[in-house]
């Protein structure tokens, strides 16, 4: 994806949903996992769910909705075949 800048083509956050599911615990040294993937590939958007693992529970669980878009013209665009390619990959 492209850093943003005037004339690039890239994507930007149209909505952020967070649910805390249980409460987490610091412990030094602990690597938490998230886990990834795509729930919904639309014509210009994406939606992707994170979940946050702590003792396998999940303890957050976020839903991005992605707009693909165009700096220069200042809209959405639409996903480009090699974009759609991308994100199938990840799709579950």
């Given at each position: 994806?492209?850093?943003?800048?005037?004339?690039?083509?890239?994507?930007?956050?149209?909505?952020?949903?967070?649910?805390?599911?249980?409460?987490?615990?610091?412990?030094?040294?602990?690597?938490?996992?998230v886990r990834?993937?795509?729930?919904?590939?639309?014509?210009?958007?994406?939606?992707?769910?994170?979940?946050?693992?702590?003792?396998?529970?999940?303890?957050?669980?976020?839903?991005?909705v992605?707009?693909?878009?165009?700096?220069?013209?200042?809209?959405?665009?639409a996903?480009?075949?090699?974009?759609?390619?991308?994100?199938?990959?990840?799709?579950?």
């Amino acid at each position: 994806m492209t850093a943003g800048g005037p004339g690039d083509r890239g994507i930007i956050l149209a909505r952020l949903e967070v649910d805390y599911l249980r409460q987490l615990y610091y412990r030094t040294g602990e690597r938490l996992c998230v886990r990834s993937w795509v729930t919904r590939l639309g014509t210009k958007s994406l939606t992707v769910r994170q979940e946050l693992v702590q003792d396998d529970a999940v303890a957050i669980r976020a839903d991005v909705v992605l707009v693909l878009f165009d700096f220069a013209t200042d809209t959405s665009r639409a996903m480009t075949d090699g974009e759609r390619a991308h994100w199938t990959r990840f799709l579950r």
